[in-house]
Each structure stands twice: as C-alpha cells, then as structure tokens.
C-alpha cells in the first residue's frame, strides 16, 4: 500500500482573510483489489466550472468516482502489476499526467508506450489501461477534466 499522502488546503477564512482550511492526510484513498498495489488517492475535486474556492466542505468526502463532472486532481499509486490483467477503462475526461516516479506502460486500443518519470501524458476520452512491468512502484500525478457532453 502507498503512504498517506499530507494534502494543505488554502482558502478564504471567511472574514475576508486566507487560512490553511485542511492540513493532513488526504481523505479520499481507494486501493483497486482487481490491480494489485493500486491505490488513487483524491486531493480535490469539483462537479463545476469554475472552481469554487476552498471553504468548509471537503469536496472529496463525497462518495468515490473514477471522474466527476467537472475535474479532479488525484495521485495515482501504480504498484508492480505482473501477471495481473490491465484495468481497461475509459473516462470521459482529458487526463493530464505527470509520471512522479518510476516506469509505466500505458495500454491503449492503438498499442502501447512506455513512459518514465518526467514524462507526461495527456488521454483523451478513449479506452485506456496502466500497467506497471517493473519491480519498483510507480506514482503518477493526474489532473482530470470532464469533457463536454
């Protein structure tokens, strides 16, 4: 499993000033039992645009969703998937990732690439998979926005 990850808040106080508003583990974690080491972890999230700003509720204290209707900034830890099957998905989102640490593959319905850390991707709207053929975890930082209609 992947550590916690602390996540800080900023927003308006509500007296005009800015105040820290969250300030510790993130929340939102869920480990996917079908990919093995998996775990997404929700730092924010949003069913608007544009964004309110930080102010008492915990949007990601909502029920879990692979994407909402509006973005959503998660972490994805992608452990050592070996002979498991890939978790084909498509979302409908551009997803904007920044490979942290480590190796992945990213599946898709053309083929497949290998990327590292400091690469980025961008997915959108098709069927996609990760898988992680390496020894070592990979952490992949994803910035999602829902994609119109």
């Not at 808040?9 to 007296?15: F, N, T």
């Not at 994805?76 to 070996?82: K, N, Q, S, V």
């Amino acid at each position: 499993m992947a550590q916690e990850i602390r996540r800080v808040v900023v927003g308006p106080d509500g007296d005009g000033g800015v105040a820290v508003r969250r300030d510790g583990p993130a929340p939102a974690r869920v480990e996917l039992p079908a990919v093995p080491g998996t775990t997404l972890t929700d730092l924010w999230r949003s069913d608007e645009v544009p964004l309110p700003a930080p102010g008492e509720d915990d949007p990601t204290a909502a029920d879990f969703a692979l994407m909402p209707p509006g973005s959503l900034f998660r972490i994805i830890d992608l452990g050592p998937t070996g002979a498991a099957e890939p978790m084909w998905h498509r979302t409908a989102s551009v997803d904007c990732i920044y490979i942290a640490s480590g190796t992945a593959t990213l599946l898709h319905e053309g083929g497949e690439v290998d990327v590292a850390a400091g690469d980025t991707v961008v997915v959108g709207g098709v069927t996609h998979a990760w898988v992680n053929r390496g020894d070592a975890p990979c952490r992949l930082v994803d910035t999602s926005i829902a994609l119109d209609g």
